[in-house]
Every structure is written in C-alpha cells, then in structure tokens.
C-alpha cells in the first residue's frame, strides 16, 4: 500500500457530515414548514455535492492511491477504525451519490406529503451510501450499508405508487438476505484473518488461503450481488422502482445498486483476489445473462418504470461483466459503467417523474404523442434514452466500450452475446420512446403545462453530466485507472 | 489552441467540421422559437464547411502524403483512443460531396420546409447530421469512424423521424436504427477482434499492415467480414436492405442527403476507406460481390412495381449501392468511389426534383402527378430527367462514365457470371427510370383525374403556386436543382482527373502498389476491343431498357400497365418486397415477441418470484407442519405436504 498522508482537513467526514446535520436540522424544523425544509434539504446537499466535487478535482491522479485519508483507532480491541479515504474507484462513486442526491431533492420540489420524514429519510440514505463509498472499515461499511437499507421500506411504502407494500416489502427482504450473507463473510474474514482489525488494508495484506477466499468471496459476491440486481437475484429491483417515488427510484437505481457492485469490487475482489479467479467464470456467466435476459424482459413491459427497472438489471450486467474480466479496461469500463449507469438512470426516473406527476400514469399504452404537448420534458427522457443505447459521445457508450472490448478477450462467447444484447436494448428502448413520445397528439395531455425551467433543472445537470463525460471521458478514466490498474497489477501477484 | 491557429490546414478542418456541431447546439438550446435564425445558423455553418472542404481539396490537391493530425481522447491501459484527421484524396473527395451535397439540401430545405413547426429542429438534426457525417469522413482510426458512424446513425433515425405524429414514420427509424444496429454489431464485433489480433485501428496502419502481411490471414478474413456487416446495415446490402425504402418517411430533402446521397453511401465509402485490407481476404471479397449483386438485383425487380416516386429513387439507391459493391468487391477501387460520387449528384438531383412535384402536389403516386400536370413544371421535369438520363447510364450525363468503369471492372473478373448480373441490372434500372418518366410526361386519363382534383381547388391551388413560383420558396429549391444536375452533366468528364487525384501519390492505392500487393486496380482501364464491345453492350442495355419502357408506358395507345401485370404472382412478389419484410415481421413476432421475451418474462414471474415465494411459503407451511403435527390432524399434514409437493412438482415444470 502507498503511504498515506493524512488530510488536514477532514472532508469525507465533513460531506458526511453534511448529510446527517442536514438530517438533523430537517428533523427540528417545525411541521409543516415545506418550503424551507426543502430549501434547507437542497442546502444541504448542494454542500455535499460541493465537497465531492472539490475531491474529485483534487484528486491526484499523478500520485494515485489513497487520499484524503482519516484514519483513527476507534474500537481497540476489536481493531475498528473511523477509516476514510478516497482512491479512483470511490471519487466518481461520491460525485455519483452528490449528483443524485442534489437533483433528487430538486426532482422532489414539488411534493406535498409529509415532507419532513421524506427528506429525512432521504438524507438518512444518502448519509449509508456516503458512508459505504468513503470507509475503508469493514466494519462500518457494514454498518453504513445497514444505514442505507433501513428507511427504503418507509420511504416506498409510505410515499410509493404501484403495490408499493409488496414492492417495499419484497426489496427489504431481498436486501437484508443480502445483508445476511454479506455479516458472516465480514466476520469470517476477521476471524480468518487473525489480526483483530477491519482495516480492509491491513486485512488485505493478510493474504487469506485460497479456500477461504473462496468462502468468503461467494458470500460477499451473492450478498452485495443481490444489491447490484445480479441476475437471478434482480426481481426485487424492478418491483421496487416501480413502488417507489421518484426520488427514491433515483437514488435507489441510479446509486444503491451501485453500493453492490462496488461491495464487489471494494469487499471481495480485494480481499479474495483468488476467491475471485475461481468464482470469475460463473459472475461472466451471471452478468451475461443479466444483460441479454434483462433487454429481453424489457421489450414486454407496459409499465414506464418497469422498462427502466430491466434496462437497469441489464446495464448492472454490463458492471458485472467488467469487474469478471479481471483486466484494467474491463474493471476500467465497469467503474465507469457505474458511475455513467447512475447518472442516466437517474435521468430517466426524473424525467418519468415529471411525466407522472403530470398525467398521474406511468403506463405505455395510455401515453403517446408527449412529446406534442411536453417537447422539453419528452426530451430529456429521449436524451438518457439514447444513453442507455450506447450511442457514441454519452458516458455510458466509452464504458460499455471498454467492457465489451475486454470480454471479448476474455469470454469469447459470452462477450459476443453480450455484445449481441445491443440490438434488443436498442430496440425496447426506442419502443418505449415511440410508444410514449411519439404518435398522434393525446387530447388528454393537452392541458399539461411543459416542464418549466426551475423543474427541469435536476434533468439539465444530469443531461450536462451525461454530456460532459461522454466528451471528456478522460476526465473520469485518468482517476479510474489510477486505483484500477495498481489494483489489477495486485490480483496476479 | 496556438497549433491550430498557424496550421491552416488543421483549422479548416476543425473548423469545417466542428461548426456544424455548434449550430446544432445553438438551435436547440437557444433559438428553437426563431426559425428565420436558426435556419441562417445551420446553413451559415455549413457554408464555411463547404468552404473548408473545397480549401482543403484545393490545398492538398497535389500533397504527396497524406496529411494527419491526432490527439489523445481516451487513454485506457493499452488501448489509446485518439481524435484526429486524416486527409487524404479518398477523405477529401468524400468531405466535399458531403459539403456540396449538404450544403445544397440545407439551402433548398429552407423552401420545402417552410412553415412546418418542427423548422429549427430540422435545422438542428441538419446541422447533427452534417458534424457527425464529415467528422466521420476524415476519421483516422476505425474506431473514430465507427463513432461517427453511429452518430451518424442518430442523426437519420431522429430525421426519418422528423414527422413523430405519423406513426409510420417513427416506426420507420426505429427500424432503420435497429437494422443498422445490427450490422453495427459486426461491424463493432470485427474492430474489437482487430483491436486485440492487431492492436492499431489507425486506418493508414491497418492497410499498411494487411498489404504487408503483418496480420494473420485468418484474423484479416475474420474481421473483414464481420466488418462487412457494418456495410450492409449502412448501406442497405441484402438482408438488411429493407430499412432503406421505409426511410422515405422522411422529409425529401432528408432522402436526398441521408437516404441517397451521403449517409447510406457511408458504408461504401468505409468499405473503400480500408480496401486494401479488406482486399486482402479473397472470401471477404467474393461474400461482397455476392451479396452486392443480390442486392442489386433484387432492389432493381422492387422498383418496378411500386408508384411511389420516393420509392423508386430508394429501391434504385438500394440497387446502385449494391452495384457500388460490386466495383469494389471486383477489384475496382476507383470505379467504386467514383460511381459513389456521380451517384451521389444524380441521385440527390432527383430526390429534390421529386421533393418539388411532392409540395406541389402533395402526393407521391407519380401516376397522379403526371395527371395532374406534374411536366408543365419545367425545372423540376427537365431537370429530373437530367437525372433519370444519368440513372440510366446514358451518354454524356455522369452515370454512363462510371457506370462503364464498373461494368469495366467486372469484365476482368474472371467469372462472367457477375458482368451478366451487371448488364442486366442496366437494363432493368433504365426500364424503371423511364417508366417513371413516361407515366409523368404521358399521363393518360388525364380529364378524369383533373375533373375531381378541379373539384377539390386543386385549380385555385394552382394560381397560388403560379405566384410561388416567382417567390424565394420555390428558387430556394430550384437553385440547388439545376445545380446538380448541371453537376451531373460535366462531373463524368472529370473521370481522368478525379483517376489520377484518387489513384496518385498518397492515396490508398499508391500504397497498394509500392507495397506490391494485389493493386490491379488500375489495369482494368484498358482500351482494347474488349473494352468498346463492352461499351456498346452497356449503352445498348440502357436505351434498350428506356426503349422498353417507351412502349410499354411512353408510345401513343400503351397500356400503361407494364408487363408484370401478365404475371400478377411475381408482381406482388416485386411489390412485398420479396416478402422479407413479412419474413422480419414474424420472426420478430414468433422468435423475439412472443418467444424469448415472452419466455424470459413468464421467468421471471413464475420461477424466480415465484420460487422465491415458494420459499416463504414452505416457511409458513413448515410452521403450520409442525403445529398440526402436534395437534394431530393428519389429514391436515397430508393436504399440506400435497400441496407442497405439487408446488415442487410444479416448479421443475415451469424451470
């Protein structure tokens, strides 16, 4: 491991931080104050997005490794550390998590139900994924990741749509399965390892025998898997955008289920590198399937939430591909993948959003013809639409490149299916714009007001995002690589 | 930024292309209200690319090397993605037909699409188009060529769907974007096999290379053809050829650049951009041939039995395409690109001539149009012959010239097969051309016709065109169409120049040759008897065709019927387009709708959720289990356990 400097300012706490004051505050303010618990929300989470966008630039690429390292002994006898830390896999995921966050609360503007415990909640959220991307402690990405499961149940089935008992429901169980999976492998891994530390540096540095990374790999790569909507473990992730509000769905696809592939990746792949090469086979296998099986479903569903859920499922497969190629571009392709799958994907939730606050339905068949009445609104569902194509000069095209390019090489078969997958994703998701946007005026639409400039805002960053790194690719695969590729250097050691 | 200003070169072609990109952006984001601006903006742009192609064709006329600019855009491990320019003869002609051609379009579209809503979206789409089009053209990498391309590819799904209120136009570029996806798979599939045999898609190496014997036959032969299906998405090679046609849904103008002259010619245009790799792979070349012969002919047979004006220009852009292929895939490197650029005029010539009589007389059945008076408009009709005379392959229009180098070409293959389907395929395009001219210039059964379109102010609507006639609508299309056809007169004169620009120092074929690969290319002009013979029997084929067609649809008392009515099974096998648009629609139907997805979904339902349910419920029985059992109600614990086993039984089932 390089040698770390610690910060001298502690800033991951201080973006932290900013989530659980905002919480906080929100929860002192009086009932019924909307207004200002919306603008202290967007406040607060405009600092976050500040701060992580002040890391990410600061980031030095040239020098790698760890950085803006807090690093203290909390639990000495159980070897617990407050460990935080940035490397180029978790500076895109913090600038993903701000991102969504800051447009999810301007997505949100115009909800009347019990604003404060939604906000709260949210920040609650956001506070586990914040805390799972920057902790570089088993134990408290645990902890945190807990964090981040507990308020979806409240937060879908109170303000969520469609079957939103069975869908909140059907998540929370899906997940806290996950969670029970992922417990023992922490704790096994600390009783194997010997050392009385979650310091998953100094864990790593143990070097576990190949059978317990074995073990301990498969319970972490099905536990976080789950989260990241691996297939056959991905029902629960279309159910659950489907119940959940916007924001919600926003967060919930466009970041948790990056937390998975990230656990991944941060958990497992560092810590049973050889766990990895064995079970590497069957996540290619999974993935695979995952893609192809997910554009597939997607052709069949009415429902405009459900097709983003299984575009998902289906663009999820595409990280998982990466991350089994075990290569740099592979792994290069799949952080990035998840960082541009966040982006868009939040990008559709919000712009449906708009689309179902306005028409109250979200269902294909009674749409059609918006894109008359809402050009602007209609456009940016089309945008990120295009994105989850892979059309050239959207983020999410050099991702899915590098990943293909890499699978190929090293799957034959399965990275040619992959590939193939292309054609259906690129056809269920011009059905849905053809069947939604385009046809014939819909008189019921008529009287719909298009997305005035303050509520397109959220969408406009997104669009922006999507834009900027589908140009400038470099700017987000410079600090990628600088943690991928001394990373993949220590899986063949 | 200091580099770009003291390289004149290098600006006018950062310049030429990336304006358009601007525009593009301005419009959407600024003046969608103000479409007076927004046209100005676009057709602004393109004017100075226009200018920069031209000064960049002038400049490196006679530049021995062919000159390349690179940046790193992407650095990934060992995969460098750069962004650059590479100019050479093949990418500079093909930069100003796309400037000349675009730049017309974009002036005459300010006519045809005058007063239409979406007018600075069209502009916007335009100004896309012509960006993404000319970057790809210069591109020095595959890899950069194949970005482009797909963009290239947006662009003409968002302008064949430019009327998103008619159903059938959207449902036109959804398929044109599926269908050329699906050669895009190959053709993406191909560069990352090369990627990793190879590691270089610069386009200069890679030809280099494959002329040198630096790859491996088998990977050169395996790419080659996956990359070949990137040709036949774009440019409509059988069996993806049906998407073409449909994309007349279009606004005309749009068929006119993307749809004929410029975009489906890109898959060409690639095709010759690496042919000296490509023509190292003697079964790479021999699937081309096939495939663009195939093409050729069938797209000649539909052309003859539909009445749409639009349609006939696609079949037969269908149709040459293929032949295009043929040149190229026989060998002809010059003859190829040089039937692509007289293609290019002609085609856009006839487009737009159609474009007039279509806002005329808003229709496209051109039997209506002929009743209707559709010859009285002088410019279109004489220029739309013009073009139909070119078409043909008639002397001296520009298509007799490279029609003949072809057709010059497949003479020297050795199997006299392919010069057969050549000069039938002659006949038959002079046959369709004019029978679309005939029925124009002849109508019959004009009175009837003229009585119920009279009746519907088609009179009245009459005198208003007489006073367009003189207004900017009417000369902003008509400019752009005696332009082109006064190109498609001269340009065939131009051969041996244009011979001796794409064929001289720096170009592909130089290098072909200096590297003593298989550059015969150039032998194939030869002038001996064999040559005039084959002249002869071209131009004879062609008047022949239109003399065929005269008596059938042109002479005083033809039936106007053709002589496929004789035969009504293969005229509806013309018109179903050979019924492979039946074919995709079922198997869409019965393998993609109704089979895998539908299986994949019931999955997901059934097994998945429901094994998970499954679950919970042998958790829920379970408790009742041990409860009953302790109460002793045995006909309880049987009717669980039944049930439960008849769900296990029932789950391997559904699996």
Redesign the interface.
């Given at each position: 491991m390089t040698p770390m400097e610690m910060a001298s300012f502690p800033i991951l706490t201080a973006i932290l931080a900013s989530t659980i004051v905002g919480l906080l505050v929100i929860v002192f303010i009086p009932d019924g104050r909307d207004k200002l618990i919306k603008q202290v929300s967007l406040a607060f989470s405009a600092v976050g997005l500040a701060l992580s966008v002040w890391v990410y630039l600061t980031y030095d690429v040239q020098k790698g490794g760890l950085q803006f390292v807090e690093r203290y002994l909390w639990v000495k006898g159980l070897g617990i550390y407050w460990f935080n830390a940035v490397d180029g896999i978790n500076a895109p995921m913090l600038l993903l998590t701000a991102v969504v966050l800051f447009t999810g609360v301007l997505t949100m503007w115009e909800l009347e139900v019990r604003v404060k415990e939604f906000f709260a909640f949210m920040f609650l959220l956001v506070a586990g994924v914040y805390g799972v991307f920057m902790s570089m402690d088993l134990f408290w990405i645990f902890v945190w990741y807990d964090v981040s499961l507990f308020p979806m149940y409240p937060l879908i089935a109170i303000w969520g749509g469609t079957r939103k008992e069975y869908g909140g429901m059907?998540l929370t169980l899906y997940l806290l399965a996950g969670s029970a999976l992922i417990l023992p492998g922490i704790i096994y891994l600390w009783v194997q390892g010997g050392a009385g530390t979650f310091d998953l540096f100094e864990l790593q540095r143990i070097g576990f025998t190949p059978q317990v990374q074995r073990v301990a790999f498969i319970m972490l790569y099905l536990g976080f898997g789950i989260l990241a909507g691996v297939w056959?473990f991905h029902?629960w992730s279309p159910v659950g955008h489907v119940a959940a509000p916007t924001a919600v769905s926003m967060i919930h696809a466009g970041v948790l289920m990056k937390l998975g592939a990230y656990g991944i990746l941060r958990l497992g792949m560092t810590l049973c590198p050889e766990g990895l090469g064995y079970w590497s086979e069957l996540m290619a296998l999974l993935a695979t399937v995952g893609i192809v099986?997910g554009a597939?479903?997607g052709?069949?569903q009415t429902d405009l939430k459900y097709v983003i859920g299984y575009s998902s499922v289906s663009h999820m497969g595409i990280v998982g591909l990466g991350l089994s190629t075990m290569?740099?571009?592979g792994i290069?392709?799949a952080v990035f993948q998840m960082f541009a799958h966040g982006v868009m994907t939040a990008l559709l939730f919000s712009s449906v959003g708009y689309i179902y606050d306005k028409t109250h339905t979200k269902m294909i068949p009674e749409l059609g013809?918006l894109?008359?009445t809402m050009p602007v609104a209609s456009a940016f569902f089309i945008i990120a639409a295009?994105a989850g194509i892979g059309?050239?000069?959207m983020a999410s095209?050099?991702a899915e490149l590098?990943v293909?390019?890499s699978a190929?090489?090293t799957y034959p078969v399965r990275?040619?299916l992959a590939?193939?997958g292309?054609?259906?994703s690129?056809?269920f998701m011009?059905?849905v714009v053809?069947k939604t946007?385009?046809?014939?005026?819909n008189e019921k639409w008529e009287h719909i007001p298009d997305v005035p400039l303050f509520l397109a805002t959220p969408r406009i960053i997104l669009v922006g995002t999507i834009l900027f790194f589908g140009m400038f690719?470099?700017v987000m695969?410079?600090v990628i690589?600088s943690a991928v590729?001394p990373f993949v250097a220590g899986l063949s050691v | 930024m200091m580099s770009l200003l003291k390289d004149p070169v290098l600006l006018a072609a950062a310049l030429g292309t990336s304006l358009p990109f601007l525009s593009m952006a301005v419009i959407l984001v600024f003046t969608r209200q103000n479409q007076r601006l927004s046209a100005t903006i676009s057709v602004g742009s393109v004017s100075v690319s226009l200018l920069s192609s031209l000064y960049l064709l002038i400049t490196l006329y006679g530049a021995g090397a062919p000159v390349q600019y690179e940046f790193p855009w992407l650095l990934a491990d060992d995969i460098v993605i750069p962004f650059g320019y590479l100019l050479d003869p093949l990418s500079l002609l093909m930069l100003t037909i796309v400037a000349v051609i675009s730049f017309l379009v974009q002036v005459y579209s300010i006519g045809y699409m005058s007063g239409d809503p979406g007018f600075s979206r069209y502009y916007a789409f335009q100004s896309l188009f012509a960006w993404a089009m000319m970057s790809m053209v210069i591109a020095p990498s595959m890899l950069q060529l194949f970005i482009f391309w797909e963009l290239v590819g947006l662009a003409s799904y968002l302008l064949i769907g430019f009327y998103y209120e008619k159903w059938s136009a959207s449902q036109a570029g959804k398929k044109a974007f599926v269908m050329t996806r699906l050669g895009d798979i190959g053709f993406f599939l191909g560069l990352i096999i090369l990627v990793l045999g190879f590691g270089d898609l610069s386009i200069v190496r890679m030809n280099e290379a494959g002329q040198g014997h630096q790859i491996p036959q088998y990977l050169i032969t395996i790419s080659a053809l996956l990359i070949f299906g990137g040709v036949m998405g774009k440019s409509a090679q059988f069996p993806l050829l049906t998407w073409l046609p449909d994309a007349m849904e279009g606004p005309t103008p749009v068929s006119a650049l993307l749809h004929s002259a410029t975009m489906v010619a890109a898959g060409v245009y690639m095709f010759s951009r690496i042919f000296p790799f490509y023509s190292m792979s003697p079964e790479a070349m021999a699937l081309a041939l096939a495939i663009g012969t195939v093409t050729m002919l069938l797209s000649s047979t539909m052309a003859m039995a539909t009445y749409d004006l639009k349609q006939v220009w696609a079949y037969s852009t269908v149709s040459q395409l293929g032949f295009m292929v043929m040149g190229l895939a026989a060998g002809g490197y010059f003859a190829g690109v040089f039937h692509l650029t007289t293609h290019a005029g002609f085609k856009a010539l006839l487009f737009l001539c159609s474009g007039i009589f279509i806002h005329e007389y808003h229709t496209n059945d051109f039997r209506i149009i002929g009743q209707q008076g559709g010859r009285k408009l002088m410019i279109p009709m004489v220029c739309m012959t013009v073009g139909a005379l070119a078409l043909s392959g008639i002397f001296p229009f520009s298509g007799f010239f490279s029609k003949e180098a072809i057709l010059g070409v497949l003479a020297n293959h050795p199997n006299k097969l392919w010069l057969g389907a050549g000069l039938v395929g002659a006949l038959m395009t002079a046959y369709y051309t004019f029978r679309l001219i005939f029925f124009m210039l002849f109508p019959r059964g004009v009175a009837a016709a003229h009585g119920v379109h009279d009746a519907k102010g088609s009179g009245h609507g009459h005198d208003d065109h007489e006073g367009e006639h003189h207004g900017y609508i009417f000369w902003t299309m008509a400019v752009p169409v005696m332009i082109l056809a006064g190109i498609s007169v001269v340009l065939g004169f131009s051969q041996s120049s244009l011979e001796s620009f794409l064929m001289g120092h720096g170009s592909v074929p130089a290098q072909l040759a200096a590297s003593g690969g298989e550059g015969h290319a150039a032998a194939h002009d030869g002038h001996g008897i064999g040559h005039y013979a084959l002249l002869i029997g071209a131009v004879t084929m062609a008047l022949g065709g239109i003399f065929w067609a005269f008596m059938e649809f042109g002479r005083k008392g033809a039936t106007q019927e053709g002589f496929l009515r004789a035969f009504p099974v293969v005229e509806r096998l013309f018109a179903a387009r050979w019924y492979m648009d039946a074919f995709l629609r079922a198997f869409l139907d019965k393998v993609i709708y109704s089979g895998l997805t539908n299986v994949f979904t019931r999955n997901d339902r059934r097994v998945i959720d429901g094994g998970i349910d499954g679950i919970c419920f042998f958790t829920v029985a379970g408790g009742r289990l041990l409860s009953f059992l302790q109460s002793g109600m045995l006909q309880y614990n049987l009717l669980v356990m039944i049930v439960a086993v008849g769900f296990v039984v029932l789950y391997f089932l559904l699996a």
């Open positions: 059907k056959p029902t099986y597939f479903v052709l069949a290569t740099v571009n290069n392709g013809g894109s008359r295009f059309v050239p000069f095209f050099w590098l293909f390019i190929v090489k990275g040619i590939v193939s292309l054609v259906v690129a056809l011009l059905r053809q946007f385009y046809g014939e005026k690719p470099r695969l410079d690589q590729i | -």
